[in-house]
């Protein structure tokens, strides 16, 4: 077993976001984009954030004790910070078929919105602000 309770197993630890595409239909008439089954999980509560007056804006910053999040920015563009205690990167969400999965343990901001983004979010579990942890990860000592 380790070092690491069974529901921690060191891969799951290691696992950074993922971005995945999503099953969308064009034609001459536009665009559909069907989200069933993409999502790792029920999807518990749904929110949007818009209307961010400046690029230099930072949301979030905090990681989760259980939720995990599927973003979508269905229109305009963000930029999605991740760090996830080992690894760190940033995403950017443009396309309304890009779907950015964020652990539990990712801790993540989010920022550079242009001014007509809409950032949709689907979250695992409904809102308990004793599931947000807001300190970041301690740098890294080589």
């Avoid at 290691?14 to 069933?36: H, P």
Wanted: hydrophobic share 40%; glycine share 4%.
């Amino acid at each position: 077993m380790g070092i690491y309770p069974k529901q921690l197993a060191l891969p799951y630890l290691w696992t950074m976001a993922e971005l995945i595409r999503l099953k969308t239909f064009a034609d001459s008439r536009g665009a559909l984009t069907v989200l069933q089954n993409e999502i790792p999980f029920q999807p518990l509560r749904t929110y949007y954030i818009y209307g961010v007056p400046s690029p230099d804006i930072v949301r979030g910053g905090h990681r989760h004790h259980k939720a995990t999040q599927a973003l979508i920015c269905i229109h305009g563009s963000c930029e999605i910070y991740v760090h996830n205690g080992i690894e760190e990167t940033c995403f950017i969400l443009n396309k309304a078929d890009q779907c950015l999965i964020l652990q539990p343990e990712d801790w993540h901001t989010m920022q550079k919105f242009t001014q007509d983004a809409i950032l949709l979010v689907f979250a695992s579990t409904p809102y308990d602000v004793n599931d947000y942890i807001d300190e970041p990860y301690a740098p890294r000592r080589i």
